[in-house]
């Protein structure tokens, strides 16, 4: 698991109505990993990671929440 994305979600500002730069975070870390993304008319990023055909998982949460959710799941250890 890339903990420096964690930690880079969980440090961006993303305070409602102003969340670019966690939306810029995943459209980085999307082109890095070569993924499609696509956008919907409500401002949402949507990024395919896996083609394959076996069961899906999605992953959603608001953006100004990240850094809430990314800190709660956190070892309270230092890396």
């Known amino acids: ?3 420096s994305l964690l930690k880079a979600l969980s ?3 993303a ?3 102003s969340e670019q730069e966690v939306r810029q975070i995943l459209l980085e870390e999307a082109d890095r990993l070569q993924k499609e993304v ?3 008319g409500l401002g949402s990023v949507l990024i395919r990671l896996n083609e394959s055909t076996g069961p899906k ?3 959603c949460a608001q ?3 990240s850094g809430i959710y990314g800190a709660q799941h956190l070892p309270r250890r230092r890396y």
């Open 1 to 3: 698991m890339d903990l």
């Open 11 to 13: 440090e961006a500002d």
């Open 15 to 17: 305070i409602a109505s």
């Open 38 to 40: 696509r956008f919907d």
């Open 57 to 59: 998982v999605m992953i």
């Open 63 to 65: 953006y100004g929440r």
